[in-house]
C-alpha cells in the first residue's frame, strides 16, 4: 500500500514515533507503530480536509506524535506492573548479575595494582620459573649462591634450565635516590626480561641501547624520594653514573626482599658491580624437564673440584601471591561457615511428580547453578578490586584483605543465592510475592502457624513454618492445577 | 460443602492477590475513561476519532484504550488489508465495547449523565 502523496508522514513526525516506539516492549512494538503510523496517516487527511497549511498539518503531527510518548510509557509500565506480562524475574535477575559482574571486571582490570596481581600469577604458571636456592637455608631472603657458581651453571645446567639469571640485592645510601638507604636490586638485563619486572617496553629499549647501566625505580619509592628524576636523566648509583630510565610496579612477586629500584647492567658487567656478594638465580625449567616431571619443588646436587652442594628449585608461583589459591581457601572457609547462617535444603516439593513441574525441574538447577556461578565471579574480582587494586597494602597485607573481603563476600553471596532461590517459584521462576501470616504461634500443637507465599502466576503456594516442627519442618510446596488459573490472570 | 470451601478459598486467594480477576459490574471508571467508552459506544470507534470528539490529546487517548483494553471493556481489530488497500490508505484498528463494556458504561452512565449528551457517529458503519 502507498499512501497518497499529499499524505505523506513528516520527517519530524517519524522521527518522534520512532523514538517513542523504543519504549514499546518488543512483542508489542510492530503493531503499535503501524497503528500509530496508520492513525497520523488519517489525521493528516482529516486536517487536509479541514482545509489547514502544510504549516499548521506538520505542527499538529508533531503534536499527535508528542502523545506517542505517553502512550508507549503506558505500555511499558504495564508491563512491568501487570502479573501476566511480568517480565520473567529469573532472567531479570541473571541480567543484574551479569552486569555486576561485568562492572566488577573493568574496574579490576581497569587499577593496575589488581590487572597485575590477576595476570602475574598466571603469567609465571606459564613461564615455570623456579627460584634456586642453596638446600637447608630456610630463610628464602638469603641470598646463598655466588656469582661464580651461577656461570659454571650457565655453561653447564642448560640441560636443566632453558634459561638463567642472577641477581642480587644491595643497601646504598646515596643522596641521589633519597635520604634513606635503598635497597637495590643488581641484575642483568636478561633477568627483568626473565622475570617481567613490568618494565615498559620503552624502558628495555633503552636498557638494551645503552651500555652504561639502568636504573628503573619502585612506583612508591619513585613519588616519595626521586620526584624530580625523570627518564633519561644520570643519576650517581653505587659509586657510578647510570641512566634513570623509569618507573615499576612496587612489588616483583616470587623474588626474595623487595626492592626500591633495580639496577640493571649487561651481563659481562655483573662481577664489577655485584663484587663477591651472594645472589639469587631465578631459572626457567627446560621443556624436557617439565617432561619428566619437574614442575613443582624439586632439587639437584652441584659436584665441583669434589664438593658436592644441593640446591632447591622452587616455583615462584608456590613463592608468589596466589589471589586465586587465596580465594580457593576463602571459598572453602565460606562453605563450611554457610549451614551456620541460612539450611541448606531448598525446602519439600512434594508436587514434584507433576508433569509441569517434572518438565521444568531442570530450570531451578540451572538458575541456581548460574546465579551461585556468577556470585562467586563477582565476588572473586570484587575481592581482588579491592585488596590489589583500592588498598594494595604490600604483598602480605593484601592477600589477608583478599581473603577476608572474599570469604565475607562469598558467605553473603552464597546465603543469598540459597535465599533467593527458595523464595521462587520451582515451575516460572518468579519470586514469590503477597506474603501472609497463617495461623496463631498459640495453636502449633494440632495446626501450623508461619507465612504463606504466592506465586503471581498461580502455579502455587509455598508455606514456610515459623517454627519447625516434627511434621512441618521446612518450607513446603504447594502446587496449584490448571483450574486455578483463570484466577491469578488478572482481568 | 465443597463448593463453599473452595468459594472460601477462592476468596482467601483473591485477597491475598489484592485484586480480583474481573472486573465487576461496579467498577467505576474516571470521568476521562466514561467519556472514551461512549464515544466509542456511539460510533467513534478510532482512536483519532474519539479525540476529535473528546477534544483529548492524543497522550491521554490511546493510553486509556490501552487500560480499557487491558480491563476487558472494549476490544481492538484491524480491518481487512484488501479493503484498505482498495481504496489506497492504510488499514486501520478499530475498537469495540465488550459485553462487560457495555455494563460498565451502563454503570457510569448513571454517574456521569451527561455521557449521553455525546452523539452517534456516523463512522459507526465504517
Known amino acids: ?491 | 460443602m465443597t463448593y463453599v470451601a473452595i468459594y472460601s478459598i477462592a476468596c482467601q486467594v483473591a485477597f491475598y492477590i489484592g485484586r480480583i480477576p474481573r472486573m465487576s459490574s461496579e467498577t467505576k471508571l474516571s470521568h476521562t475513561a466514561a467519556l472514551i467508552l461512549q464515544s466509542i459506544h456511539v460510533g467513534y470507534i478510532y482512536g483519532f476519532s474519539v479525540m476529535e470528539v473528546t477534544g483529548l490529546p492524543s497522550g491521554t487517548v490511546y493510553p486509556a484504550m490501552r487500560r480499557l483494553e487491558r480491563d476487558g471493556l472494549i476490544q481492538s481489530q484491524w480491518e481487512q488489508q484488501a479493503a484498505a488497500d482498495a481504496e489506497k490508505r492504510p488499514p486501520r484498528k478499530y475498537y469495540k465495547l465488550t459485553r462487560s463494556g457495555k455494563t460498565t458504561l451502563e454503570a457510569s452512565r448513571k454517574r456521569y449523565p451527561l455521557l449521553n449528551k455525546l452523539a452517534a457517529s456516523p463512522e459507526v458503519n465504517a
Open chain 1, 1 to 491: 500500500m502507498k499512501p497518497e502523496r499529499d499524505m505523506r508522514i513528516p520527517l519530524s513526525a517519524m522521527a518522534l514515533l520512532k523514538l517513542s516506539s523504543a519504549l514499546v516492549p518488543p512483542p508489542r512494538r510492530w503493531e503499535w507503530s503501524q497503528e500509530w503510523h496508520s492513525e497520523l496517516w488519517y489525521a493528516r487527511r482529516e486536517w487536509a480536509h479541514q482545509g489547514c497549511c502544510e504549516g499548521q498539518a506538520w505542527r499538529r503531527s508533531v503534536q499527535f506524535c508528542l502523545g506517542a510518548f505517553s502512550d508507549a510509557l503506558w505500555l511499558r509500565r504495564d508491563q512491568f506492573s501487570s502479573p501476566v506480562t511480568l517480565f520473567d524475574s529469573a532472567q531479570r535477575n541473571d541480567a543484574s548479575l551479569l552486569c555486576l559482574l561485568a562492572m566488577v571486571v573493568f574496574l579490576a582490570f581497569a587499577l593496575p595494582g589488581s590487572r597485575r596481581a590477576m595476570l602475574t600469577s598466571s603469567r609465571h604458571q606459564q613461564a615455570n620459573l623456579v627460584s634456586i636456592s642453596r638446600s637447608g637455608v630456610t630463610k628464602s631472603d638469603t641470598p646463598t649462591i655466588a656469582l661464580a657458581e651461577y656461570r659454571r651453571w650457565e655453561k653447564r645446567g642448560r640441560n636443566l634450565f632453558s634459561e638463567m639469571a642472577f641477581y642480587t640485592v644491595v643497601e646504598a645510601n646515596e643522596a641521589a635516590i633519597g635520604p634513606k638507604s635503598a635497597s637495590i636490586g643488581v641484575a642483568s638485563t636478561e633477568f627483568a626480561k626473565l622475570v617481567d619486572l613490568q618494565t615498559s617496553s620503552d624502558v628495555m629499549d633503552r636498557a638494551r641501547a645503552v651500555v652504561e647501566p639502568v636504573l628503573v625505580v619502585a612506583e612508591s619509592y619513585r613519588t616519595t624520594y626521586m620526584p624530580e628524576v625523570s627518564a633519561g636523566d644520570e643519576v650517581t648509583m653505587l659509586g657510578r653514573r647510570v641512566l634513570f630510565a623509569g618507573v615499576i610496579p612496587d612489588h616483583a612477586p616470587g623474588l626474595a626482599g623487595q626492592q626500591d629500584a633495580w639496577l640493571l647492567v649487561d651481563d659481562t658487567q655483573l662481577e664489577q658491580v655485584t663484587g663477591s656478594n651472594a645472589g639469587f638465580v631465578v631459572a626457567q625449567v627446560s621443556a624436557k624437564q617439565r617432561a619428566a616431571g619437574y614442575t613443582g619443588r624439586w632439587g639437584f646436587s652441584s659436584v665441583e673440584n669434589g664438593d658436592s652442594a644441593s640446591f632447591d628449585c622452587v616455583p615462584l608461583r608456590n613463592t608468589a601471591a596466589r589471589p586465586s589459591a587465596t580465594f580457593l581457601f576463602a571459598l572453602f572457609l565460606a562453605l563450611l561457615a554457610l549451614p551456620a547462617t541460612t539450611p541448606l535444603p531448598l525446602g519439600e516439593y512434594p508436587a514434584a511428580s507433576h508433569p509441569l513441574f517434572h518438565r521444568v525441574r531442570w530450570r531451578r538447577w540451572v538458575f541456581l547453578g548460574v546465579k551461585i556461578g556468577l556470585s562467586v565471579a563477582i565476588v572473586y574480582f570484587a575481592s581482588m578490586l579491592l585488596a590489589f587494586g583500592i588498598i594494595n597494602a604490600g604483598s602480605e597485607s593484601s592477600e589477608l584483605i583478599q581473603l577476608g573481603s572474599s570469604f565475607v563476600g562469598l558467605l553473603f553471596s552464597l546465603r543469598w543465592a540459597l535465599r533467593d532461590q527458595r523464595l521462587r517459584c520451582p515451575v516460572c521462576l518468579r519470586l514469590l510475592r503477597s506474603p501472609a501470616r497463617v495461623g496463631y504461634a498459640s495453636r502449633s500443637f494440632l495446626a501450623w502457624h508461619g507465612t504463606e507465599f504466592m506465586c503471581e502466576q498461580g502455579h502455587g503456594l509455598l508455606h514456610v513454618p515459623e517454627v519447625a516442627t516434627s511434621w512441618f519442618s521446612t518450607q513446603r510446596w504447594l502446587m496449584l492445577d490448571a483450574s486455578w488459573v483463570e484466577l491469578f490472570s488478572g482481568g
